[in-house]
């Protein structure tokens, strides 16, 4: 079972975890973020990190898709799962995993955003460009 933060608890999240004032970020339903560092100024931020997830999200058995690789939050709480494309990152919370391990928080993080790779659902842009 995938365990869903609210839209608002998402977009805080983001906000503590992602550093550098300059970079768009946008977050998906199930805690998947695409990072946008430098995205031009008539470009529409929801609709390239769809595009982004489209290809980078689902998983695909024995390709780099089912690849990942966790981060320890420092300060916490929670993990962040990567994979096969830098700017897409997963959050992980303290209570949604009854085990802490690398493999099962990856994996766990890995069903997150192969579901938000399938859905689809933005629910957070993060506009930071200058105007």
């Given at each position: 079972?995938?365990?869903?933060?609210?839209?608002?608890?998402?977009?805080?999240?983001?906000?503590?975890?992602?550093?550098?004032?300059?970079?768009?970020?946008?977050?998906?339903?199930?805690?998947?973020?695409?990072?946008?560092?430098?995205?031009?100024?008539g470009v529409?931020?929801?609709?390239?990190?769809?595009?982004?997830?489209?290809?980078?999200?689902?998983?695909?058995?024995?390709?780099?898709?089912?690849?990942f690789?966790?981060?320890?939050?420092?300060?916490?709480?929670?993990?962040?799962?990567?994979?096969?494309?830098?700017?897409?990152?997963?959050?992980?919370?303290p209570?949604e995993?009854?085990?802490?391990s690398?493999?099962?928080?990856?994996l766990?993080?890995?069903?997150?955003?192969?579901?938000?790779?399938?859905?689809?659902?933005?629910?957070?842009?993060?506009?930071?460009?200058?105007?």
């Amino acid at each position: 079972m995938i365990f869903v933060m609210s839209e608002q608890d998402l977009a805080e999240t983001w906000r503590r975890i992602i550093r550098g004032d300059g970079k768009s970020w946008v977050v998906f339903a199930h805690g998947t973020c695409v990072v946008l560092p430098d995205p031009g100024p008539g470009v529409d931020l929801a609709a390239q990190a769809v595009a982004i997830l489209r290809e980078y999200g689902p998983v695909r058995a024995g390709s780099p898709a089912g690849d990942f690789g966790t981060i320890t939050l420092d300060p916490g709480p929670g993990w962040v799962v990567y994979g096969h494309h830098d700017d897409v990152l997963t959050y992980v919370g303290p209570d949604e995993a009854s085990d802490s391990s690398d493999l099962a928080i990856g994996l766990y993080g890995r069903g997150k955003r192969d579901q938000d790779g399938r859905e689809l659902n933005v629910v957070h842009v993060e506009d930071k460009r200058q105007r």
